[in-house]
């Protein structure tokens, strides 16, 4: 079975843009997260999403947001980049059956993302 | 105080050594506890879950004390292919993970 995957490996943009990131779960998952994880730190919890509702949000600005699709399938939207932005994002699914778990999380490679 | 505080390292142990690491967590209520491995550049992958009772999966042995309010992992016999960076993440009441930073480990010849 394929694991979790993610769009784009890579990108570069610069201050002020929009950046778009893209998950698929693992088939039967129906909970998404996603996080962000800067060099030297651990991730650190942007979002979680079940059945195409936010259930948990951390602590980020309004500049990040997402959405779950039909499929399970999710979008995390950043908009006004800043420097700040530039790390690792992953997204990672769940096979929770519940709004609220606390399941082991499958995570996808991530998107590298550069801010110049 | 951070919610989740691992000591960075580098822990450096030859083959075969015993290596323990330790993660402090500041909420009282935290319900769930993992630790998950992290090569350089890759996601993490869970390494195994804590329980209160402590549990070992082979050469790897977590255990909980909720009294200090710490989790460790303990790597017994390490190989070259144990050297990662070892994540805690403790699961506080509202169900939000919170990553410790990571140790790393270099296991050498």
């Known amino acids: 079975d394929a694991g979790v995957t993610q769009s784009p490996t890579h990108l570069i943009k610069t201050r002020g843009q929009h950046v778009t990131l893209r998950c698929s779960p693992i088939?039967?998952?129906?909970?998404v997260s996603w996080y962000q994880q800067v060099l030297g730190q651990g991730p650190q919890f942007i979002f979680q999403?079940?059945?195409?509702?936010?259930?948990g949000r951390g602590n980020f600005p309004d500049r990040f947001s997402a959405r779950q699709f039909p499929n399970y399938s999710s979008e995390l939207n950043v908009n006004a980049l800043l420097l700040g932005d530039s790390a690792l994002y992953l997204c990672?699914?769940?096979?929770?059956?519940?709004?609220?778990?606390?399941?082991?999380?499958?995570f996808g490679p991530g998107t590298r993302l550069t801010v110049l | 105080r951070k919610e989740v505080e691992q000591d960075p390292g580098p822990f450096n142990v030859p083959e075969g050594a015993t290596v323990a690491f330790n993660c402090t967590y500041s909420n009282s209520a935290s319900q769930s506890f993992f630790w998950y491995r992290q090569d350089c550049r890759k996601e993490p992958k869970l390494l195994m879950s804590?329980?209160?009772s402590g549990n070992e999966d082979g050469r790897f042995t977590a255990q909980l004390n909720r009294a200090s309010q710490y989790i460790s992992l303990l790597i017994r016999d390490s190989k070259l292919s144990d050297s990662a960076t070892y994540l805690c993440v403790v699961y506080g009441g509202s169900y939000i993970p919170t990553f410790g930073r990571g140790t790393s480990l270099i296991v050498h010849p």
């Open positions: 088939s039967g998952h129906k909970s």
């Open positions: 804590v329980y209160s």
């Open positions: 999403y079940y059945e195409k509702e936010e259930r």
């Open positions: 990672a699914s769940s096979p929770s059956t519940a709004p609220l778990s606390t399941d082991t999380q499958y």
